[in-house]
C-alpha cells in the first residue's frame, strides 16, 4: 500500500484563567490565524508531552496537563496549494505555570492573547481550526478524561531494531 492515508496528529491546549481563554494569534500561508496552543505530535514523545512542549514553544509558560478535553478529527483544503489534510487533533486543560521572560515565542507566532467565549465566537472566521471553538465549548461543559486513558508502548522512546530473521536450523 504505497499511498497509505495517514492524519496528521497534533495537540492543543485548552487552558482558561477567570473566563478567558489563552490564545496564539500566528502568521500562516492564509494570513494570520487564532489558535490555541498548539502542534504537532514528534517523534519520540506522547500526545501529553508534546501538549506540555509546544505551550512553553507558543507562550512561554510552562503547563501541566491534567485531564484530556477531547479527540477532534477535521478536514482542512489550503487555499494557496490545495493540498487536503486530515488533522487528529489530541486537546488537553491542565495548570499554566511560570512565564519565562525573554524566551522567544515559536516561528510564526505573532503574540499571545486572552479571549472570552464571545470574543472566540465572534472571530471564529480568523481561527485556524474548526475544532478552536469546539473545544472551548467542550471545556464549559466540564468535558473531561483521565490521563491515565492513553498508553504508550516503551518502544515509541526508542530506535527500532531490524527485524533479524529466523534461519532454521539444518
Not at 26 to 31: K, L, R, S
Not at 83 to 109: K, P, W
Request: proline share 6%; charged share 20%.
Amino acid at each position: 500500500m504505497p499511498n497509505r492515508w495517514k492524519p496528521n496528529v497534533t495537540v492543543a491546549a485548552v487552558i482558561e484563567r477567570e473566563g478567558r481563554f489563552l490564545l496564539v494569534e500566528e502568521d500562516t500561508a492564509d494570513g494570520l490565524r487564532l489558535n490555541m496552543p498548539a502542534g504537532h505530535l514528534d517523534p519520540a514523545e506522547t500526545p501529553t508531552q508534546a501538549c506540555v512542549r509546544e505551550v512553553l514553544e507558543e507562550t512561554a509558560h510552562d503547563f501541566t496537563p491534567t485531564a484530556l478535553v477531547g479527540v477532534y478529527m477535521n478536514r482542512f483544503v489550503r487555499t494557496r496549494t490545495g493540498s487536503d489534510i486530515t488533522y487528529l487533533r489530541f486537546t488537553y486543560t491542565g495548570e499554566l505555570g511560570a512565564f519565562h521572560e525573554g524566551r522567544a515565542l515559536d516561528h510564526g507566532v505573532i503574540r499571545t492573547l486572552w479571549m472570552t467565549l464571545e470574543e472566540l465566537e465572534a472571530s471564529a472566521a480568523r481561527h485556524r481550526s474548526p475544532v478552536v471553538l469546539q473545544s472551548a465549548r467542550d471545556y464549559l461543559a466540564g468535558q473531561r478524561f483521565g490521563l491515565d486513558m492513553f498508553h504508550a508502548d516503551p518502544s515509541i522512546f526508542s530506535t527500532p531494531q531490524p527485524t533479524v530473521p529466523i534461519v532454521a536450523a539444518a
